[in-house]
């Protein structure tokens, strides 16, 4: 039962077809290995390119879809509901893109903005630090003025595909304490100085490499930062913004395959006589889980339609994120305990949804921080 597309326009309509058609024939089958492996499906983001994918909410004339982002958080939860991982890389992708289309300098749009959208490059996002989580203002990398140039020291946590990715949006301090004093910078691949130290091995999301990254007085051109000194926190806060949005349809894409594995297993699984999904517990389960994932969907696109219509959305980010993303983990844990001994074998997909979701509750600001963010702008 994936999600309902009857009130798309024809436009929409077809993407999302098309999308669930290579979503379905070609990524969800290879995801199998690609997370045995443990191997980023770089193979999988060249065809996203090949379809046009990268750059689905950004202005044709930097080479994007020119579409609405609530139409590309339909691809996302599509994406998601067949292989996770991928969705996060275009979701990370996205968001540093979306840095350079709203901060960026016109040369920073042709010569970075038009390579992501166009899939040529990937990008991804360098916030969190060894200690600077939930607290990322109180990080410790520096950014030293050398003429033209500024000297990044410091180390990153937590960046995923930062060790493939063509160009990460790095933030550093240039400043003073807080976050005035930080400030953007595009950090090409290949700059001397900068590249992963360590791949973290993860409960999950195994196939979408997370990346200890380190700064050693790598040189990156002033040409590189992205928006003024110490406006660096603005652009990270308006980037996850964006960014949560993707996630909570990361969320609900894999509640959504967690909850059509359970419906089908226990259709055809008897047991005294009679299929499981018979007995009236089963079915309530089932209708909590169902109704969960098409609450979070319709909170995700509220939240995408006020950023479309140039509102303010922060609060309904942070509401969309917390709310679909503990869906998911609800959802993907219920699904295991309807499989019963067979939803903790790595023979079902359901064991892999349950250890995925997981991490949905962390990225982007862990719930308890969308709760804070919600807390504060309510009170």
Not at 53 to 68: A, K
Not at 343 to 364: C, F, S
Request: net charge negative; aromatic share 8%.
């Amino acid at each position: 039962m994936p999600q309902d597309i009857r009130l798309l326009d024809d436009e929409q309509r077809a993407l999302v077809q098309m999308v669930r058609e290579f979503a379905t024939a070609e990524a969800k089958p290879l995801s199998i290995d690609y997370e045995a492996r443990s191997e980023d499906p770089k193979p999988l983001y060249d065809k996203l390119a090949e379809l046009g994918l990268t750059g689905v909410p950004f202005p044709e004339e930097r080479g994007g879809g020119g579409q609405p982002y609530s139409t590309y958080l339909l691809i996302v939860e599509e994406l998601a509901a067949a292989y996770l991982a991928l969705a996060i890389g275009l979701s990370v992708h996205t968001l540093c893109a979306f840095a350079i289309n709203e901060f960026g300098t016109e040369d920073q749009k042709k010569d970075v903005l038009e390579k992501l959208t166009a899939g040529e490059w990937f990008g991804a996002y360098a916030l969190s630090e060894p200690g600077s989580g939930s607290d990322a203002a109180a990080l410790t990398s520096k950014a030293v003025r050398d003429g033209d140039s500024y000297r990044l020291s410091g180390t990153k946590v937590f960046c995923t595909r930062g060790d493939e990715a063509d160009v990460v949006l790095v933030l550093a301090r240039t400043g003073e304490a807080g976050p005035k004093g930080i400030s953007s910078f595009l950090v090409e691949k290949g700059t001397p100085g900068f590249g992963g130290s360590k791949k973290e091995d993860k409960m999950g999301w195994r196939s979408s490499p997370t990346w200890m990254m380190s700064l050693d007085d790598a040189e990156v051109p002033a040409s590189r930062r992205l928006a003024d000194e110490g406006n660096g926190f603005k652009v990270a806060l308006a980037s996850l913004d964006s960014g949560r949005l993707g996630i909570a349809a990361c969320g609900i894409g894999v509640a959504q395959a967690a909850f059509d594995e359970a419906l089908k297993f226990t259709g055809e699984r008897e047991q005294f006589g009679k299929p499981v999904s018979a007995n009236e517990g089963v079915q309530f389960m089932l209708a909590d889980m169902s109704t969960a994932i098409e609450a979070g969907r319709r909170l995700y696109r509220h939240a995408a339609a006020l950023r479309d219509a140039g509102l303010n959305y922060s609060l309904q980010a942070a509401q969309a994120k917390l709310f679909c993303t503990d869906a998911a983990m609800r959802v993907t844990t219920d699904a295991v305990q309807l499989h019963g001994g067979y939803g903790y074998i790595t023979e079902y997909p359901v064991e892999r949804y349950m250890r995925e979701a997981k991490a949905l509750q962390i990225v982007e600001g862990t719930n308890q921080i969308q709760r804070y963010v919600i807390g504060r702008s309510l009170t």
